[in-house]
């Protein structure tokens, strides 16, 4: 369990700094390529990494229901959300992308009590009460409106809250490389099949050589993220991981704050929340497991 924490930790850092990053990035870039770019050449790492550690002869003993859910992962959280995301962000602040995209707690919470048969225990309504009004604070500081660009990252949400609460099951019985290689492999297939049918494929060629350095550099995080984002995901309940995960919100509302050079009181009490609401999950988790083992008996 402590190792799963720690994954999931590693994957709030990646994703904090990937966001505000990607903001960057994706300017003068087609969203779609920019996505569909990114996401192959993690697609193929993965697959690298794969060879290397000889799990991939686990894809040989996958039965059709496991290659169905793979390919439902990939289009629920590999296609779908990054094309509805990357578009959104490109119209929209990084730091109201990041708050966003961490609501995703909300339903992940829902859907791992309705599915995953999930129990919220009082330290975890504890930290959603803290995580909820820390990121109300750090939403108040980003000017937010709700428009189209705020609409289609909130749906990208609600697509990867689903993808999340499936692969915990998926994770049960896979690798965690596996599953995160059959996220990207399926999503760059759907993704490539969008391309053709709307006629952007032809963007490819159009792209500069500073464009490629930030999909290589972007690449390279998002491999960061996947990678440990499973893993965690595989150690840890899924309300709890995407608790944790939303320590990726204060670091890119303080990445915001200093390339704006504007701190408030407001923006530090929202982001002193978030760590607190992050700490009470994981330190909540600690206790109860110590007392397991001295209280075997007990629940």
């Known amino acids: 369990m402590k190792r799963g924490y720690l994954f999931v930790l590693l994957t709030a850092l990646v994703s904090g700094v990937s966001i505000f990053l990607n903001k960057f990035g994706v300017k003068g870039i087609d969203p779609y390529i920019f996505t569909w770019s990114k996401n192959i050449l993690v697609a193929l790492f993965l697959f690298s990494a794969l060879m290397m550690i000889k799990e991939i002869k686990t894809f ?7 290659w169905g859910q793979l390919v439902l992962i990939g289009l629920l959280g590999g296609s779908i959300p990054f094309l509805l995301f990357f578009k959104g962000l490109s119209m929209a602040p990084s730091a109201t992308a990041a708050l966003l995209h961490k609501s995703m707690f909300i339903f992940v919470a829902i859907a791992a009590v309705l599915f995953l048969k999930e129990k919220l225990n009082k330290g975890f309504l504890v930290a959603a009460a803290l995580l909820f009004v820390g990121n109300f604070l750090l939403l108040g500081k980003t000017g937010f409106t709700f428009g189209l660009p705020e609409f289609l990252i909130l749906a990208a949400v609600l697509f990867w809250s689903a993808e999340t609460a499936l692969s915990k099951h998926v994770l049960n019985d896979l690798p965690s490389m596996v599953v995160a290689f ?23 060629a159009t792209l500069t050589l500073p464009q490629v350095g930030w999909i290589l550099f972007t690449a390279v995080l998002l491999l960061a993220y996947v990678s440990s984002w499973y893993a965690g995901l595989k150690l840890v309940p899924a309300s709890k991981a995407v608790c944790v995960l939303l320590l990726g919100s204060a670091i890119t509302s303080i990445l915001s704050f200093i390339y704006a050079g504007s701190v408030t009181i407001s923006g530090l009490t929202g982001v002193a929340l978030v760590l607190s609401g ?5 330190g909540y988790s600690y206790l109860v497991s110590k007392f397991r083992i001295l209280f075997p008996t007990r629940e």
């Open 278 to 282: 992050v700490l009470t999950i994981i």
């Open 182 to 204: 059959g996220r990207m492999f399926f999503g760059v297939l759907f993704i490539l099949l969008f391309l053709f049918m709307t006629g952007s494929i032809t963007k490819i």
């Open 60 to 66: 040989k003993d996958l039965k059709p229901k496991q």
